[in-house]
């Protein structure tokens, strides 16, 4: 028995030192920064939402596209997007909080609400007039906020695999809920295209 208790003792202490002997803290920001940045990057300081990387890729005088990616995912997921379009739109991409070079912020808040409020901080910084958003699962539910809240600046909607279908009723409408898709038809944005 005072074998079996000095091998457990014994094998503890190695796995602690052996811990400690392979442990590797985080990356430096500036050597991931230089890793998965490319010559497109760029960074907005926006306080304590954070310091936000972004991609502004294509011809400027063409019409803009701006695109949102999902959870667990950064503004990589349209490199290929971004290729295929770049000739013909203005293509934006944005990692948002807690995500791709973005990374952390400091207000520690990754709300809808703050997504949405970091896109339309970009937006107003690159003064986009009207344009298109897009998003992918979570990203596509950022963009269905953000046309909901802003409809009067979107030339169009994209969204791919939207997440939140559960939040696309609004209860407090009429007894069974209404579709919120069915909002968005309302607004000017739809209106004028008919």
């Given amino acids: 028995m005072k074998i079996l208790k000095f091998l457990g003792f014994f094998l503890l202490i190695v796995l602690i030192g052996a811990g400690i002997a392979l442990y590797e803290g985080d990356i430096p920001s500036d050597v ?4 998965y940045s490319s010559h497109s990057s760029q960074f907005l300081d926006l306080g304590a939402a954070g310091r ?5 890729d294509g011809n400027r005088r063409h019409p803009a596209l701006v695109l ?6 950064s503004l990589h997921t349209f490199d290929p997007w ?3 379009l770049a000739s013909e739109f203005r293509v934006i991409t944005l990692d948002l909080p807690g995500h791709g070079l973005t ?8 709300s809808l609400e ?11 910084h690159l003064a986009l007039d009207q344009f298109v958003i897009g998003g992918n699962s979570m990203g596509g539910r950022v963009a269905w906020h953000y046309a909901l809240t802003y409809p009067e600046q979107l030339r169009g909607l994209v969204l791919i ?3 939140g279908l ?5 209860e407090s409408s009429d007894e069974n809920g209404a579709v919120l898709v069915f909002e968005l038809l309302r607004k000017t944005l739809v209106q004028g295209h008919r």
């Fill in 52 to 56: 936000i990387h972004y991609r502004d």
């Fill in 114 to 124: 703050a997504y949405a409020g970091v896109v339309r901080s970009l937006i107003e």
């Fill in 166 to 170: 559960a939040e696309w009723r609004d």
């Fill in 82 to 84: 971004v290729e295929r």
């Fill in 161 to 163: 695999n939207a997440g």
């Fill in 68 to 73: 949102i990616h999902g959870s667990a995912a």
């Fill in 32 to 35: 991931i920064d230089a890793r």
């Fill in 103 to 110: 990374g952390a912020v400091p207000s520690a808040d990754y």
